[in-house]
Each structure stands twice: as C-alpha cells, then as structure tokens.
C-alpha cells in the first residue's frame, strides 16, 4: 500500500472565507477518480503543519488575518522546509500575498512582510479589483488554456526578476492592471482568482497533482460535458 498523497489545508480560520478550501476537495477527488488515495488535512494556527504534504493550500483573507498567518507560519517553520523539500504550494489571494516579500494592510498601508517565497510585493492599488476574471495560462505542454474566476482585491502586485506570472489576463485586473495575472516559483504558485479556482480550472488542478506527483496522470473524462457546458456558460458571460 502506497501513503495517501497528503493535501495540506492551511489556517481556515484566517484564510478561508472565500471558499478556497474547496481547491482540496477537487485535488482529493481527482486523485480517487484515478484510483490514487489521498488524504486532507486541515491545521488551524497553533497546530503544527505536517512536514510531509505533497499540496499545500492557502486561500483568501482579509489584511489582519494576513498577518498572524505570516506570523503563525514563520513560527511553525514546516511549510519552509516542505518547500524546499519539492512540496507543491498553492496559494490564493491573500494567501499569495502573503507569500511575497511584502504587502501592505489597513487603510493606512502598513507595510508587513511576507513569508519571501515568491518574489512579488503588493501595495494597494487604485481600484479595488472585483468581477470575473478570465487569463490565457500555458501548459507545461506549451498549448494554451483558459482560466476563469473571481477576483476581490485591493492589493495589487509586481512581480520581481525571479517570479514568472502565472498567466495573461483577457478580462478584469488580475496582479496590477499590467496585464499579468499570478506567479510561479518553482513549485510555489500564487493566483488570484477564486471560485473555487481549481473546480473552475480542473487543468490547473491536475497540473498541481502531475507536480506534486512527478509523473504525468491518465486525463479524466468523468463529468466531462456537464463540466465544459459550464465552463463555456462562464467563460462567454465574462467576454459578453
Ligand atoms: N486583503 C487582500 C486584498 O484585498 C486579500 C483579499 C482576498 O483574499 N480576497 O488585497
């Protein structure tokens, strides 16, 4: 029997009130579909974070819970190590803020810093960034696809020389306005976008288990044509 692939869900608590904690039902699910088991587990602050995670998930937030999480992590050290280990983390939103190296909180900009696994810092920008956005994401195997969700965000953000965006944006802000849309690192992935974004973007999903897994997976076509109707509904309602 192999160990279950391990999705780590980080601080609900804090991070978890757009709905984000639905990107590990989606990976946990389509790992079972493939006859792979998997395992999510939850860790709320205070708890320890396992250091064996294959997946580790962070969502949106508002700024305060922002920075406890940046503290709570910082304290627990585990997601560092996991990182640098080849741990997959994905992060949504304040939880890709957090990931920079700085963002700002409050009405007031308080500068905080953030956990420096990404390079990209956030300042809050002209106009609050809320609506469906859709961005044009290139697969490891160089076709493109599109990626649909919703955004809700003040902070905007830029992207240093060791951070490559995610995605290009086709409608709504995404990091800045400047027509890029989330980073990658390595194995470390920030995004914008909720809904939640891997349900929206089950290739996206799959692209985090191939990594998190090292070997390419069986595509999937369970639920296929319920899914791409739905998935053309959003995406023509967004270009209308
Ligand atoms: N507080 C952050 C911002 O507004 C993140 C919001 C979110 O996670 N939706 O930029």
């Known amino acids: 029997m192999t160990d279950p692939v391990k999705i780590v869900l980080v601080y609900q608590s804090l991070l978890g009130i757009y709905g984000d904690q639905g990107n590990s039902l989606v990976l946990a ?13 939850r860790v709320e602050p205070g708890q320890p974070l396992p250091p064996d995670g294959a997946i580790y998930l962070l969502g949106g937030g508002e700024d305060n819970a922002q920075t406890t999480a940046v503290r709570e992590l910082t304290k627990d050290g585990s997601l560092f190590s996991a990182v640098d280990a080849g741990a997959v983390l994905f992060a ?11 963002f700002t909180i409050g009405e007031t900009d308080e500068v905080r810093e953030g956990l420096g696994l990404l390079d990209v810092t956030t300042r809050r920008g002209e106009n609050r960034a809320v609506g469906e956005i859709l961005t044009r994401w290139t697969k490891p195997d160089g076709t493109e696809s599109i990626l649909s969700g919703f955004e809700n965000h003040g902070g905007y953000t830029r992207l240093g020389p060791d951070a490559t965006p995610l995605a290009r944006v086709e409608r709504g802000i995404g990091n800045a306005g400047d027509g890029t849309e989330g980073a990658v690192a390595g194995r470390v992935i920030g995004t914008y976008p909720h809904g939640p974004v891997l349900a929206r973007n089950p ?38």
């Not at 699910?29 to 587990?41: H, K, M």
């Not at 290739?203 to 791409?228: I, K």
Request: hydrophobic letters at 35%; proline letters at 3%; one cysteine or more.
């Open 29 to 41: 699910q389509r790992l079972r579909w493939r006859g792979l088991d998997a395992e999510v587990v």
């Open 203 to 240: 290739e996206l999903a799959d692209h985090l288990l191939e990594l998190a897994l090292d070997r390419p997976l069986e595509p999937l076509d369970r639920a296929r044509s319920e899914h791409d109707g739905l998935r053309h509904e959003r995406i023509a309602f967004t270009r209308r």
């Open 92 to 102: 949504v939103c304040a939880g890709y803020q957090i990931c920079g190296q700085t």
